[in-house]
């Protein structure tokens, strides 16, 4: 079965630098979420997407930006990276018809910024 | 952990021995997951409980959940050196809107020695 891709898997780059992160959903799923988790922390949601509208925000950083496109995948924007800014990127999606509950998680993107 | 705590942080077990681990949340939910993550890894959903049920059962995993306590115990039974993860309990908050965003607690991490 199709699962959540991410892309790049692993990305490094310098401080102040700008990464994009992707996030292609399972098909026919209409919800995509963002979530990020530092070094031996749990993830902690940072944006979601419904039917390519932003649903709901969580402790995203206001140098983030996020979108969900016409086809539904999703794209991560992070400019002016800090240090702190090192982690796993995870993104998850869901299907709205079975009320979203269950998210299904992508491998993730680690992140790590020098 | 913005959730709570997960109880206990690490674990040592030998195989075919039975794991239990808790969770304590702090809101009102609508929902509460159980997630497992490997070393680096994405996050694999395991099960989900409902706040109107109180146990429920897959393959050989064990799940409660205790609203009047705002806990939930997992239990995994006759262990395998496979199920050496961290294990995360997530929770949905009942909420009015759309949101559906999984708050985590911070993990038990699993170590099932052959």
């Known amino acids: 079965a199709a699962g959540v891709i991410q892309s790049p898997r692993h990305l490094i780059k310098e401080k102040r630098e700008t990464a994009t992160l992707k996030c292609y959903p399972i098909?026919?799923?209409?919800?995509v979420y963002w979530y990020q988790q530092g070094p031996g922390q749990d993830p902690q949601f940072l944006i979601s997407f419904y039917e390519k509208m932003q649903s709901d925000k969580g402790s995203i950083p206001d140098r983030f930006s996020a979108q969900q496109f016409s086809d539904y995948h999703s794209e991560l924007n992070m400019s002016s990276l800090e240090l702190g800014d090192s982690a796993l990127y995870f993104c998850?999606?869901?299907?709205?018809?079975?009320?979203?509950?269950?998210?299904?998680f992508g491998p993730g993107t680690r992140l790590l910024v020098l | 952990s913005q959730q709570g705590e997960e109880d206990p942080q690490a674990l040592s077990i030998q195989e075919g021995e039975n794991a239990t681990m808790n969770c304590s949340y702090k809101t009102s939910i609508n929902n509460l997951q159980w997630y497992r993550q490997n070393s680096g890894r994405g996050l694999v959903h395991l099960i989900l409980i409902r706040s109107n049920e109180r146990e429920k059962h897959s393959g050989r995993l064990r799940v409660t959940l205790d609203t009047s306590k705002k806990s939930s115990s997992l239990l995994i039974t006759a262990s395998r050196a496979a199920d050496t993860a961290s294990y995360f309990c997530?929770?949905?908050?009942?909420?009015?809107?759309?949101?559906?965003?999984?708050?985590f607690g911070s993990g038990t991490q699993l170590t099932v020695l052959p």
């Open positions: 997530a929770t949905v908050q009942i909420s009015s809107g759309s949101a559906r965003q999984l708050t």
């Open positions: 098909p026919r799923h209409d919800t």
């Open positions: 998850a999606s869901s299907d709205g018809t079975g009320g979203h509950w269950t998210q299904y």
